[in-house]
């Protein structure tokens, strides 16, 4: 069984950057998957940030091209987001996902969210 | 990119009930299209995928339909675990959501 687990601090402050992990157990990261991230502000709905395969192909939402990177360590069997000039509209629990090609491009597996919260 | 508009915002029944929440993307995604429940504290998790198809473990009160731009997902015979936020979402690119329905108890 596939595990996902986010880690990262809580707090961050407006105009830093947002730096969290993603560690997959249960399974490789070097399979044929993307690896995810999604983003929610609380009482809100989802939010797509992007995407990387292990080779470390990357595909980001438009509106944060600008301002996210996420990288993959395999070595360690995990991926990583940051995102930089954050501001308070970046308050949000983040969630690391795994998407799986069949019939439909789809996420079957998550972790269970950390709150990041960008404050002074 | 693609829009994806949900309806009703919220929804109230009662247990036993049979509800259809609906999905309406921007443009023509085909069956790239999946369906979320989300609970107060919780990840989303998987119902639904390629419009019709069921996740393992899903029960079979859950149902999906639709294709080119408009999805329903029905809900029959509602349980007590069932009240929660429902998302669709497309993948047909870059990937986005519905704004959510809220089911509640009625």
């Known amino acids: 069984q596939v595990q996902l687990q986010e880690s990262g601090p809580g707090l961050v402050k407006p105009s830093g950057t947002l730096s969290l992990t993603c560690v997959v157990s249960?399974?490789?990261?070097?399979?044929?998957?993307?690896w995810s991230w999604v983003r929610q502000p609380p009482g809100k709905g989802l939010e797509w940030i992007g995407e990387i395969y292990h080779t470390g192909s990357t595909n980001y939402n438009p509106p944060l091209k600008s301002r996210v990177t996420i990288s993959v360590d395999k070595s360690k069997n995990q991926f990583s987001l940051n995102l930089s000039s954050v501001t308070a509209a970046d308050t949000a629990v983040y969630y690391c996902?795994?998407?799986?090609?069949?019939?439909?491009?789809?996420?079957?597996?998550w972790g269970q969210g950390t709150l990041v919260t960008v404050s002074s | 990119d693609i829009q994806m508009t949900q309806s009703p915002p919220s929804l109230s029944a009662s247990v036993g009930d049979s509800v259809t929440i609906t999905c309406r993307a921007s443009r023509s995604i085909s069956n790239y299209l999946n369906w979320f429940q989300q609970k107060p504290g919780k990840a989303p998790k998987l119902l639904i995928y390629?419009?019709?198809s069921f996740q393992s473990g899903v029960p079979s009160r859950f149902s999906g339909s639709g294709s080119g731009t408009d999805f329903t997902l029905t809900i029959s015979s509602l349980q007590p675990d069932d009240f929660a936020t429902y998302y669709c979402q497309q993948s047909y690119s870059t990937p986005s959501f519905g704004q959510g329905t809220k089911l509640e108890i009625k």
């Open positions: 996902a795994r998407k799986l090609f069949g019939p439909s491009y789809y996420y079957d597996y």
């Open positions: 249960g399974g490789s990261i070097s399979t044929s998957h993307w």
């Open positions: 390629a419009a019709s």
